[in-house]
């Protein structure tokens, strides 16, 4: 498709030109205000299922120019949810080193240092996710918020391997480990709305389930995801740093954002 950026002449607000739905309904992120939440206590945990990945299994970090990403098998999967939903890959949003605050959705006008997303298909009806990822009831990706204090041992685990992607189009293979770590200790708080990809083609074909309770990575660990991976590939002269790489809230046009949670 036609390439998007995050700023410039490509940037967000130019989207729609080549990507029409990004100027369609249920557009993500939005900013989680007081006034469009609604304490559901129909919502039940979200369970997981096959997170805990064997040491011995490898994975595909890749950096695709926009985010890296971590490709996921599909016996991962998301139970509690109107479908089963089958993991796909899991890919970060993050600020910069004089702005560190990357995060797509934000609660009361709070932006979090960065944001990860676990995007999965509907498997109960599509075969895999290019299937699902235009179709309404296509997708559910989970969002983790991210703050700086302690270190994590869990995002060191692909964090480490950040040097073998450095540039756009670059891959390598890294030894799986449990994913759960990546997710806060509970999931029972969470936001929950039908949106879209933060991103080109921008299809409103995502349920979103945004943790409430953020995780934290270390200010080192922040500084390594904002400085070392390039949007250009490695042929390119001039190596453009990828940071900044989120979306700004959409218009919730009076959208209702389910929360499990009661203040
Ligand atoms: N924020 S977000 O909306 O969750 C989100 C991103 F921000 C993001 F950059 C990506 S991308 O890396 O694929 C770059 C462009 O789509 C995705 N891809 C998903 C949806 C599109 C189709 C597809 C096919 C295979 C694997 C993943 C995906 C994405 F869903
Ligand atoms: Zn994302």
Redesign the pocket.
């Known amino acids: 498709g036609a390439k998007w950026t995050y700023t410039g002449p490509d940037g967000e607000d130019h989207w729609y030109k080549h990507y029409p739905f990004c100027r369609g309904p249920f557009q993500?992120?939005i900013d989680f205000e007081p006034e469009l939440l609604r304490y559901d206590p129909t919502l039940v945990p979200v369970e997981v299922r096959n997170y805990n990945l064997s040491s011995h299994e490898q994975l595909t970090l890749s950096n695709?120019g926009?985010?890296v990403?971590l490709?996921l098998p599909p016996r991962m999967q998301l139970s509690g949810l109107p479908h089963l939903y089958s993991a796909?890959?899991l890919?970060l949003?993050w600020g910069s080193p004089s702005l560190p605050a990357g995060s797509?959705h934000t609660v009361n006008g709070r932006r979090f240092a960065a944001e990860l997303?676990v995007?999965h298909?509907n498997s109960d009806r599509y075969p895999n996710?290019?299937m699902a990822?235009d179709k309404s009831d296509g997708?559910a990706?989970l969002?983790v918020l991210i703050e700086i204090g302690e270190f994590n041992p869990a995002f060191n685990q692909f964090l480490k391997y950040l040097n073998g992607v450095k540039y756009k189009d670059q891959r390598i293979q890294i030894s799986a480990f449990n994913i759960r770590g990546l997710l806060p200790a509970h999931l029972n708080e969470y936001y929950r709305y039908d949106g879209?990809?933060?991103?080109?083609?921008?299809?409103a074909?995502?349920l979103w389930t945004v943790f409430k309770n953020p995780v934290t990575i270390s200010e080192k660990q922040f500084l390594a995801l904002a400085t070392s991976v390039f949007s250009s590939s490695q042929q390119e002269s001039a190596p453009v740093v990828l940071n900044g790489?989120y979306?700004k809230p959409q218009n919730s046009e009076n959208r209702i954002v389910l929360v499990s949670f009661q203040e």
């Not at 879209?196 to 299809?203: A, G, I, K, R, V």
């Open positions: 993500s992120p695709n926009h985010s990403q490709s796909a890959q890919h949003h797509e997303h995007v298909f996710i290019s990822a997708l990706v969002g879209s990809l933060t991103t080109p083609p921008c299809y074909s995502v790489n979306r």
